[in-house]
């Protein structure tokens, strides 16, 4: 079995552009734009974050939480139980390694 090929800089800094800035925040609270600021302040630890995930083989318990909101679709009863489009709100950084 050969070495576990890590990120790099480079994939962390294109992850972190990929990101829309206009994305609903999770339960984490945190917002793409102050994402791309704590990767900008201190790539070097979010790196070693993502990496040790990677290498441990771990998704942290925390980034799998999810907030559910639901939408209320237009001309239906509240009563009914299709009324509703459910969305899943995910915590940013759990978006980044994923």
Not at 19 to 24: H, T
Not at 35 to 47: C, D, G
């Amino acid at each position: 079995m050969g070495e576990i090929p890590l990120f790099n800089m480079e994939e962390l800094k294109q992850a972190a552009r990929e990101i829309k800035n206009r994305k609903a925040l999770g339960p984490d609270g945190i917002t793409p734009k102050k994402l791309k600021a704590i990767i900008k302040e201190h790539p070097e630890e979010i790196l070693d974050v993502m990496n040790k995930c990677f290498i441990d083989g771990e998704f942290l318990k925390i980034w799998k939480l999810g907030r559910l909101l639901l939408i209320e679709k237009e001309n239906k009863g509240e009563e009914d139980g299709w009324s509703y489009r459910p969305i899943g709100l995910l915590d940013i950084c759990g978006k980044l390694l994923g």
